[in-house]
């Protein structure tokens, strides 16, 4: 069965800190990854996704993230976080077969940031 | 920035009570889906709506529920008689195209409380 696993329920960084949110995923074959941020008071919103090709993969508001086979991976990054990424972020996956919009979440990962 | 919206933002209602949930997707687009988070679980799949018909739903999705879209703006959720464990946010999303798989716009959720 389809599993997104995201190890860290709650990550505190201080603002210009770097950041990278843990993913990994049990599927049986590679799936398309994505990553989703959910600001207080606001809905999901798409931050990166891959499909096939360049395994580094860049997004909105500065966030990239990497894939990695071996690993099972999707680890999200950014070099430098500011106040206003203080937010909810999770790991999404769907089976490369779909035509439609079956999202398998992870749990979610807290972001604080600290001034 | 067209926007996915839903109301009720929050609604408190007695077990074996009938609910409806509401949404507006985005104006051009074809894909419906309904997703919800019960508190500290992940965002699960309800149910996939494409020219007017349930395309996929999940195991989640019993006879309780139902989805309609009424007219050509409106959709609907509709849980009919509810249970303790349909307390959740529930989530609208909608999309454009099969090309984008996965790239879902979603809703800021609407709480729905069971007493």
């Known amino acids: 069965a389809q599993s997104v696993t995201q190890p860290d329920i709650h990550i505190t960084v201080s603002e210009g800190a770097s950041l990278e949110l843990r993913c990994n995923y049990s599927y049986g074959a590679t799936p398309y990854l994505f990553w989703y941020v959910q600001s207080p008071g606001q809905g999901l919103q798409l931050l990166l996704k891959?499909?096939?090709?360049?395994?580094l993969v860049q997004g909105i508001k500065g966030f990239e993230a990497e894939f990695k086979r071996s690993q099972s991976s999707f680890n999200l990054r950014k070099p430098s976080v500011h106040w206003s990424d203080a937010a909810e972020y999770f790991c999404a996956v769907i089976d490369r077969g779909s035509t439609l919009g079956r999202l398998y979440f992870g749990r979610g990962t807290q972001l604080t940031v600290w001034p | 920035e067209p926007e996915v919206t839903q109301t009720p933002s929050h609604q408190v209602t007695q077990m074996g009570q009938e609910v409806i949930l509401r949404c507006v997707p985005i104006s051009n687009h074809l894909y419906f889906y309904w997703y919800r988070q019960i508190l500290g679980q992940k965002v699960e799949f309800l149910v996939s709506f494409y020219n007017n018909e349930i395309s996929e739903k999940s195991e989640i999705f019993d006879d309780q529920f139902s989805v309609e879209r009424p007219d050509g703006s409106n959709f609907t959720l509709k849980i009919r008689s509810t249970k303790l464990e349909d307390s959740a946010m529930y989530f609208c999303?909608?999309?454009?195209?099969?090309?984008?798989?996965?790239?879902?716009?979603f809703g800021e959720g609407s709480r729905l409380t069971v007493l």
């Open positions: 999303a909608s999309s454009p195209q099969t090309g984008r798989v996965g790239e879902l716009f």
């Open positions: 891959y499909f096939s090709g360049d395994t």
